[in-house]
């Protein structure tokens, strides 16, 4: 069984930060690519920010310059910081991770169970 675990959402005023944290637990033998996906209300889940199991980033746009997405793998956790925060980034923030629970196992995506992020105006 494995289950993604998130903190960090809340309530922030425009401009603020705050720094979302996504740990992997279970049966694990390897986690590949990690990512924060985000769903405001009315509109489809998108992705926000991804990284590789060797760290290499992609962002949305929309986030470039203000979002940083990072890893700790001894840990299992991806991280998101998100400065210069906007009405428009308030939504559910899901946590992703593509993770294999065997040698022989086939890659799964698994999801976090979301964190909101209010940001007022």
């Known amino acids: 069984q494995v289950q993604l675990v998130e903190s960090g959402g809340g309530l922030v005023q425009f401009g603020g930060s705050l720094r979302l944290s996504c740990t992997v637990y279970g049966s694990i033998f390897s986690i590949y690519n990690m990512g924060w996906y985000r769903q405001a209300a009315g509109k489809e889940r998108e992705l926000v920010a991804a990284i590789s199991s060797g760290s290499s980033t992609n962002y949305a746009d929309s986030v470039k310059g203000r979002f940083t997405i990072s890893r700790d793998n001894a840990k299992n956790t991806v991280y998101l910081q998100m400065n210069t925060l906007k009405p428009e980034d308030t939504a559910v923030y899901y946590c992703?991770?593509?993770?294999?629970?065997?040698?022989?196992?086939?890659?799964?995506?698994?999801w976090g169970q979301g964190t909101q992020v209010t940001v007022s105006s």
């Open positions: 992703n991770a593509e993770v294999r629970i065997g040698t022989r196992t086939p890659l799964n995506d698994y």
